[in-house]
């Protein structure tokens, strides 16, 4: 009854969990990246923001994501917090259409599509293995996400 009484639900617990969770780290690094004036650094940036808090936060979100799969309001809440992200994404990459010509509008759909793929916990939790850390994987991430839109000759400037 308690948890009830102060969240209202198990939705509502899951809520202030990860409102709690995205609070100590998201509010302070989202903004920064955001404001980036290069969109691939921002993308740079968002990849990095997601895949430390993925890794700082990893047993937490496998087993999250392990009940979500078991209840379906768990798994409504996971997808409005994955389509956050979505939305960061497609507007890094409007930025990037601007400036660098690139995805091109008829893969735009996709590319963000598949950023979103590359950024998610299921993602990164397949590239870092059972102990592998962020700055494993951040490198790999940003390769692949340049990869993704078309700019891969920018990776000389990630080195």
Known sequence: MTVYYQFGSKV??????????????????L???MSQND?????????????????????????????????????ESLRGRDERRRVL??????????KYGKPDDE??????????ALTSFAMFDAMAGDDGMAEEVIPL???LALMAI???EKLSDER
């Open 12 to 29: 509502g617990l899951l809520e202030a969990l990860f409102d709690e969770l995205g609070a100590r780290y998201f509010q302070s690094e």
């Open 31 to 33: 903004p920064r990246v």
């Open 39 to 75: 969109p691939l650094l921002a993308l740079s940036g968002l990849i990095e923001v997601f895949f430390r808090f993925w890794s700082s936060q990893r047993l937490v979100t496998r087993r999250i994501r392990g009940m979500a799969a078991l209840d379906p309001d768990f798994e």
């Open 89 to 98: 994404l497609r507007t890094v990459l409007a930025r990037t259409v601007e």
């Open 107 to 116: 893969v735009f759909d996709k590319s963000v599509d598949l950023l979103h």
């Open 141 to 143: 991430g940003r390769r």
């Open 150 to 152: 078309g700019l891969e």
